[in-house]
Antibody, heavy 124, light 106 residues
Framework: QVQLQGSGPGLVKPSETLSLTCTVS????????WSWIRQPPGKGLECIGY???????NYNPSLKSRVTISVDTSKNQFSLRLNSVTAADTAVYYC??????????????????WGKGTTVTVSS | SYELTQPPSVSVSPGQTASITCSGD??????ACWYQQKPGQSPVLVIY???KRPSGIPERFSGSNSGNTATLTISGTQALDEADYYC?????????FGGGTKLTVL
């Protein structure tokens, strides 16, 4: 079955750029949306944004000015860049497959496969 | 921005029924889903499209959604169900999560 594996530096300096990559195995990255979610220590989940395999993106308005999500279908990978980081960006970063569709009058969206999470600390 | 509200904690005795609520403005007009997260682990989808269970999720997990409230119900709660539970809905092209509920089985 599909598995996701996030990778990237665990320590980033303040004001620098956080870069993470998620590798999709056991299936193709095509035909799905792919998302990044983060969880600060001891806190809840926050959606950062998502990308379709074609490259179209959508970002959380609170992070939009600092976030870029990209996809490389040839490598079955998608990536996250978050610039100008501060201590508030310290979190576990998860990549997840986003399932979407429509039944009746409503659209549905849920994350059905999650990666293990990458802990990122912002500190000098 | 859209908000989902969950109780911070719920306690249940083993074998009893646990109910975790998630409130949001006209939430019943959206689909809700639920994730279980155990310490140090990634979230796991346990309910999607209000009432559906993914393959491998026990039948004791069920969901409902009406009006302003979605509810996750765990029947015959077991010790291994102790975890944090998050509801999620979709609004303005982004996923919105509830603050999470810590389920204690004691």
């Amino acid at each position: 079955q599909v598995q996701l594996q996030g990778s990237g530096p665990g320590l980033v300096k303040p004001s620098e750029t956080l870069s993470l990559t998620c590798t999709v195995s056991g299936g193709s990255i095509s035909t799905y949306y792919w998302s990044w979610i983060r969880q600060p220590p001891g806190k809840g989940l926050e959606c950062i944004g998502y990308i379709y395999y074609s490259g179209s993106t959508n970002y959380n308005p609170s992070l939009k000015s600092r976030v870029t999500i990209s996809v490389d279908t040839s490598k079955n990978q998608f990536s996250l860049r978050l610039n100008s980081v501060t201590a508030a960006d310290t979190a576990v970063y998860y990549c997840a497959r986003l399932v979407s569709g429509r039944t009746g009058a409503y659209n549905y969206y849920h994350m059905d496969v999650w990666g293990k999470g990458t802990t990122v600390t912002v500190s000098s | 921005s859209y908000e989902l509200t969950q109780p911070p904690s719920v306690s249940v005795s083993p074998g009893q029924t646990a109910s975790i609520t998630c409130s949001g403005d006209r939430l019943g007009n959206k689909y809700a889903c639920w994730y279980q997260q155990k310490p140090g682990q990634s979230p796991v989808l346990v309910i999607y499209q209000d009432t559906k269970r993914p393959s491998g999720i026990p039948e004791r997990f069920s969901g409902s959604n009406s009006g302003n409230t979605a509810t996750l119900t765990i029947s015959g709660t077991q010790a291994l169900d102790e975890a944090d539970y998050y509801c999620q809905a979709w609004d303005s092209n982004t996923a919105v999560f509830g603050g999470g509920t810590k389920l204690t089985v004691l």
